[in-house]
């Protein structure tokens, strides 16, 4: 929270002056004009393609090994969502022991590694012991894994450990034997599309990456693989420009909509993320189907942005316990009682919700935007719990503040918020959602904890003493350095509860994915403990131009 002052002299309120970047963006994508014509020319190549990749996929001419590396092409070059059920199909086969890998392929360290992913991926079961083979009886992973005509074997089993869980001791030595002996080799590799392939696994880890921005830097490296398929290449160009042509109209709808509702203008001290808020939605879901999910989330995210901002740089602790009395009572005609900035940001909110319910109720799926509308009032209600603790200086324990903070982190209602657009999300899907499932408290830990790391500082320097460092330096005795550290442990730990929860059955693995995504889109945007929202220039900004501006020569 800000500190806010009164000049006793002047009777003023002196409230800190907002110090956020401005957009990075400007009016560039306030309007976009479908072209209707390359439109239907690229959908009519694509479907011609899509059936020769569809008769590779479940060709019986194919090895086992082909067509495992046929999915991980296809998933890389962004198309799998074309081919659900064919490579499903094709996986279960695999897994169930229907499809066999040749005797001498069961030593091979690139396609066991990539079996093992892809099936864990795909909420299959596979066992890690299929990496025992490759242990010595000490335990460590044999030295002859280590040779320059193996590097992709190596690349293999580092991305394979990142789909590792609680307890499993040999994908934790995998994980560290591939990383350090890929970091040694990298810069020994001649130039060639695997180096760049270790280089980027090493910035960024493939699984733990947006597969839209994943999507586009491996199509422009797959167009170097001696290998390559160019039916697929092309497949993937033409598919890329498509669905990007859907992502620019969308997001020319969000932009105008926050032009509109003129928030930035009125609310100055606001960060203004309206680009990097549809981002965001494209790294929860980017497949076609889900557009009016992505407006309904870019919104709401770019309005707890706002509220976010309201409590945290500019609000008075009078404003804000009538501001969070007035979304608790969610009625127009509390807004008397508001301050005229806040007026203005009330009206907006219940106008969203409004809009929401208008799209919604035709459909019966009225009770999605109830679940909404519940998160937003409890993310306020808990932003207001900070602020008095600001306000008395209370530092509370590490519990007392994780149970508040897991809520301010925004991951419950913007998990909820995901499934408002989306038909297949029942009431049965939000019940289940309530009841904080493995993946869904993991998922709400990962963004806090390295959230509070990356953004220690810069509380520190808003007067902010009870941050979840400080909680937990306080009750634990520890140095800032060392509590990081255990942050980061922590954020571990609940990665490998966050891939156990991909095999909760209770609902689908589209629903899965929503939440496992927003998990990625944590360790992408504050990688290297940079908070690239706040800050988009170096982290966020490149992949915004390279999924919504650049497009694929074809």
């Given at each position: 929270?800000?500190?806010?002052?009164?000049?006793?002299?002047?009777?003023?309120?002196?409230?800190p002056?907002?110090?956020?970047?401005?957009?990075?963006?400007?009016d560039?994508?306030?309007?976009?004009?479908?072209?209707?014509?390359?439109?239907?020319?690229?959908?009519?190549?694509?479907?011609?393609l899509?059936?020769?990749?569809?008769?590779?996929?479940?060709?019986?001419?194919?090895?086992?090994?082909?067509?495992?590396?046929?999915?991980?092409t296809?998933?890389?070059?962004?198309?799998?969502?074309?081919?659900?059920?064919?490579?499903?199909?094709?996986?279960?086969?695999?897994?169930?022991?229907?499809?066999?890998?040749?005797?001498?392929?069961?030593?091979?360290?690139?396609?066991?590694?990539?079996?093992?992913?892809?099936?864990?991926?795909?909420?299959?079961?596979?066992?890690?012991?299929?990496?025992?083979?490759?242990?010595?009886?000490?335990?460590?992973?044999?030295?002859?894994?280590?040779?320059?005509?193996?590097?992709?074997?190596?690349?293999?089993?580092?991305e394979?450990?990142?789909?590792?869980?609680?307890?499993?001791?040999?994908?934790?030595?995998?994980?560290?034997?591939?990383k350090?002996?890929?970091?040694?080799?990298?810069?020994?590799?001649?130039?060639?599309?695997?180096?760049?392939?270790?280089?980027?696994?090493?910035?960024?880890?493939?699984?733990?990456?947006?597969?839209?921005?994943?999507t586009?830097?491996?199509?422009?490296?797959y167009?170097?693989?001696?290998?390559?398929?160019?039916?697929?290449?092309r497949?993937?160009?033409?598919?890329?420009?498509?669905?990007?042509?859907?992502?620019?109209?969308?997001?020319?709808?969000?932009?105008?909509?926050?032009?509109?509702?003129?928030?930035?203008?009125?609310?100055?001290?606001a960060?203004?993320?309206?680009?990097?808020?549809?981002?965001w939605?494209?790294?929860?879901?980017?497949?076609p189907?889900?557009?009016?999910?992505?407006?309904?989330?870019?919104?709401?995210?770019?309005?707890?942005?706002?509220?976010?901002?309201?409590?945290?740089?500019?609000?008075?602790?009078?404003?804000?316990?009538?501001?969070?009395?007035?979304?608790?009572?969610?009625?127009?005609?509390?807004?008397?009682?508001?301050?005229?900035?806040?007026?203005?940001?009330?009206?907006?909110l219940?106008?969203?919700?409004?809009?929401?319910?208008?799209?919604?109720?035709?459909?019966?799926r009225?009770?999605?935007?109830?679940?909404?509308?519940e998160?937003?009032?409890?993310?306020v209600?808990?932003?207001?719990?900070?602020?008095?603790?600001?306000?008395?200086?209370h530092?509370?324990?590490?519990?007392?503040?994780?149970?508040?903070?897991?809520?301010?982190?925004?991951?419950?209602?913007?998990?909820t918020?995901?499934?408002?657009?989306?038909?297949?999300?029942?009431?049965?899907?939000?019940?289940?959602?309530?009841?904080?499932?493995?993946?869904?408290?993991?998922?709400?830990?990962?963004?806090?904890?390295?959230?509070?790391?990356?953004?220690?500082?810069v509380?520190?320097?808003?007067?902010?003493?009870a941050?979840?460092?400080?909680?937990y330096m306080?009750?634990?005795?520890?140095?800032?350095?060392?509590?990081?550290?255990?942050?980061?442990?922590?954020?571990?730990?609940?990665?490998?509860?966050?891939?156990e929860?991909?095999m909760?059955?209770?609902?689908?693995?589209?629903?899965?994915?929503?939440?496992?995504?927003?998990?990625?889109?944590i360790?992408?945007?504050?990688?290297?403990?940079?908070?690239?929202?706040?800050?988009?220039?170096?982290?966020?900004?490149?992949?915004?131009?390279?999924?919504?501006?650049?497009?694929?020569?074809?």
């Open positions: 929270m800000a500190i806010v002052s009164v000049d006793i002299n002047k009777n003023e309120i002196v409230r002056v907002a110090n956020f970047p401005p957009s990075l963006w400007g560039v994508f306030n309007s976009f004009t479908m072209d209707i014509q390359l439109s239907d020319m690229y959908t009519e190549e694509i479907r011609v899509k059936e020769e990749a569809r008769n590779m996929l479940i060709s019986r001419d194919s090895k086992l090994s082909e067509k495992l590396v046929l999915v991980d296809l998933e890389r070059l962004g198309l799998s969502y074309h081919f659900e059920n064919e490579i499903q199909e094709q996986l279960t086969l695999a897994f169930n022991g229907h499809l066999e890998l040749e005797p001498e392929e069961n030593d091979d360290l690139f396609i066991i590694s990539l079996q093992f992913r892809l099936l864990r991926q795909h909420a299959l079961d596979a066992p890690s012991s299929v990496f025992e083979r490759f242990v010595e009886n000490n335990g460590e992973f044999k030295k002859s894994l280590v040779s320059d005509d193996d590097v992709k074997g190596l690349l293999s089993l580092y394979a450990s990142y789909l590792r869980r609680t307890d499993e001791e040999i994908l934790d030595k995998a994980f560290s034997f591939s350090a002996h890929l970091e040694f080799v990298a810069s020994n590799l001649p130039e060639s599309p695997l180096k760049k392939h270790v280089s980027r696994a090493l910035y960024q880890s493939y699984v733990r990456g947006i597969p839209r921005v994943e586009h830097l491996f199509i422009s490296l167009e170097e693989f001696e290998s390559k398929n160019e039916s697929l290449l497949l993937a160009k033409l598919d890329f420009n498509l669905l990007q042509m859907q992502h620019k109209l969308e997001l020319s709808e969000v932009t105008r909509w926050w032009k509109e509702v003129d928030l930035i203008s009125k609310l100055s001290f960060r203004d993320r309206a680009v990097e808020c549809y981002f939605s494209v790294g929860v879901y980017s497949e189907q889900y557009g009016i999910a992505r407006i309904m989330l870019a919104k709401t995210i770019c309005m707890i942005s706002v509220i976010d901002d309201t409590f945290d740089a500019y609000g008075t602790i009078d404003e804000l316990t009538v501001f969070n009395d007035a979304v608790q009572k969610w009625d127009i005609s509390e807004i008397d009682r508001l301050p005229e900035y806040m007026q203005i940001l009330y009206r907006v219940l106008d969203l919700y409004e809009s929401f319910d208008a799209e919604l109720s035709p459909k019966g009225s009770y999605a935007v109830h679940h909404a509308k998160g937003m009032q409890q993310i209600g808990s932003y207001y719990t900070e602020a008095k603790w600001f306000i008395k200086g530092l509370p324990t590490f519990d007392e503040y994780m149970s508040v903070a897991k809520i301010t982190s925004t991951y419950y209602v913007l998990t918020t995901s499934l408002i657009g989306m038909d297949n999300a029942t009431s049965q899907v939000f019940d289940w959602l309530l009841s904080k499932p493995k993946i869904v408290e993991a998922n709400v830990t990962i963004c806090r904890v390295v959230d509070d790391v990356a953004t220690y500082e509380e520190k320097g808003r007067g902010q003493e941050t979840g460092i400080d909680c306080k009750e634990h005795g520890l140095s800032t350095e060392v509590t990081m550290d255990l942050f980061y442990e922590m954020a571990e730990n609940a990665w490998k509860e966050l891939n929860g991909l909760d059955n209770s609902v689908t693995m589209e629903m899965l994915m929503r939440i496992y995504n927003f998990a990625r889109l360790d992408v945007t504050y990688n290297h403990s940079g908070d690239g929202y706040t800050h988009p220039e170096k982290l966020l900004k490149p992949s915004i131009v390279a999924l919504l501006v650049d497009s694929f020569e074809v």
